[in-house]
Structures are given as structure tokens and as C-alpha cells.
T-cell receptor, first 114, second 112 residues
Framework: EAQVTQNPRYLITVTGKKLTVTCSQN?????MSWYRQDPGLGLRQIYY???????DKGDVPEGYKVSRKEKRNFPLILESPSPNQTSLYFC?????????????FGPGTRLTVL | SQQGEEDPQALSIQEGENATMNCSYK?????LQWYRQNSGRGLVHLIL?????REKHSGRLRVTLDTSKKSSSLLITASRAADTASYFC????????????FGKGTLLTVNP
């Protein structure tokens, strides 16, 4: 089944404890992206990647890191999480940008930073 | 910065009625997409309309795009309780280097 998977789905952590949220897609998509969703603010893009080893900042990249060593994986790293990073996070992928394109979303990761 | 802005923020209708949601944006776009999100879950793509298209249909969905007014509308006909969800427009800005920008969404409630 074609899908985007994220792990973990739920995470409660404490300030300063490094964490990684994994994202994997099995559709051979070139483009992958991370978003956070907060009440009243909608979805905001954190980072995106157009291909392996190519990453760019979105609207709210501060406090996050990403890597794209393989086409299928795009982990989101929080080196020193803070309470303002408590949010619902979504990973998405699409086949090829440059043409009008659909994004496929993962199920989301609900992160709470205490 | 927020590109698309949906209107209204919330809409409550009875089953069988039509629901219309609007999206306004600020800059030139390559295309505009509509997504649906059931509470707390991932977004699901509904329909994409290109900047050179004016109207598109998919089942009970009808999308229009007016690039002169920088606005789009999503019409859901003969609504069902299962249509209850949040609906987001997303724009692919021209020259944005492949960035898709989402609005804040319209929460649609369809009462049985």
C-alpha cells in the first residue's frame, strides 16, 4: 500500500532531551516536507527536500534539523526541544515538484514538550 | 507568511445542503489545491486546479478559480455527515521554489 509513515505517533518528552521523528514513504517520491499544525495557525512548513541531500528551510525552521540521506526517509530532529515546539507534526511527500502536484500526508505525530 | 485564507472559519449545515468555502490568496500561483482533514488526522488531497483553469469537478466537489480576484471556492453538493471535516486550500506560489502554503482552514460540520 502506498503510504507515508511517521513514528512515533505520540510522544511526551521534557525540555532539552533530543528527539527524532521518523518519516518514510514507499512511493519513490522526490519531494518530502515537514509541517507543524497549531490551533489558529493552520499548517506551517518547517523544512522540505527536493531530493537526496537537498534540503531547504520552510517558514518556521528554527529549532529543527532534517536530513535526506535516502530518498524514502526524511527524519525531523529536535536537538533541544522546548515547550513552544509542542504541536502536531505532519510529514508529506509528492512525486515531482515543478509540475502541479499532490502531496500525500502521513498520519501525524503529536508531540508534547514539558 | 500565510498565503491562502479560507472563509468562513467555520460552517454548520444540515445533511443534503450544499457547502461553499472560499479561499483568497495574495500572490501569483501555479496551482491551487484543496485538502480535507478529519480531526487530528493527516490531510487528504481532494482536487487540484491549475492557474489556467477556471472550474473543475470531481464527484460532488466543484472548484472554481478566479486568478484576477486571487480567489477560489470549493462547493460540496448534497453534503453528508461524513463530510464533516476541516478543509484547507494550498497554493503553489509562482517562483516559490516548490513551496506549498496552506491556509488556516474551514471547519465544516454537517448535521444529520
Amino acid at each position: 500500500e502506498a503510504q507515508v509513515t511517521q513514528n512515533p505517533r505520540y510522544l511526551i518528552t521534557v525540555t532539552g532531551k533530543k528527539l527524532t521523528v521518523t518519516c518514510s514513504q514507499n512511493m519513490n517520491h522526490e519531494y518530502m516536507s515537514w509541517y507543524r499544525q497549531d490551533p489558529g495557525l493552520g499548517l506551517r512548513q518547517i523544512y522540505y527536500s527536493m531530493n537526496v541531500e537537498v534540503t531547504d528551510k520552510g517558514d518556521v525552521p528554527e529549532g529543527y534539523k532534517v536530513s535526506r540521506k535516502e530518498k524514502r526517509n526524511f527524519p525531523l530532529i529536535l536537538e533541544s526541544p522546548s515547550p513552544n515546539q509542542t504541536s502536531l507534526y505532519f510529514c508529506a511527500s509528492s512525486l515531482l515538484r515543478g509540475m502541479p502536484d499532490t502531496q500525500y500526508f502521513g498520519p501525524g505525530t503529536r508531540l508534547t514538550v514539558l | 507568511s500565510q498565503q491562502g485564507e479560507e472563509d468562513p472559519q467555520a460552517l454548520s449545515i444540515q445533511e443534503g445542503e450544499n457547502a461553499t468555502m472560499n479561499c483568497s490568496y495574495k500572490t501569483s500561483i501555479n496551482n491551487l489545491q484543496w485538502y480535507r482533514q478529519n480531526s487530528g488526522r493527516g490531510l487528504v488531497h481532494l482536487i487540484l486546479i491549475r492557474s489556467n483553469e477556471r472550474e473543475k469537478h470531481s464527484g460532488r466537489l466543484r472548484v472554481t478559480l478566479d486568478t484576477s480576484k486571487k480567489s477560489s471556492s470549493l462547493l460540496i453538493t448534497a453534503s453528508r455527515a461524513a463530510d464533516t471535516a476541516s478543509y484547507f486550500c494550498a497554493t503553489d506560489e509562482r517562483g516559490s521554489n516548490y513551496k506549498l502554503t496552506f491556509g488556516k482552514g474551514t471547519l465544516l460540520t454537517v448535521n444529520p
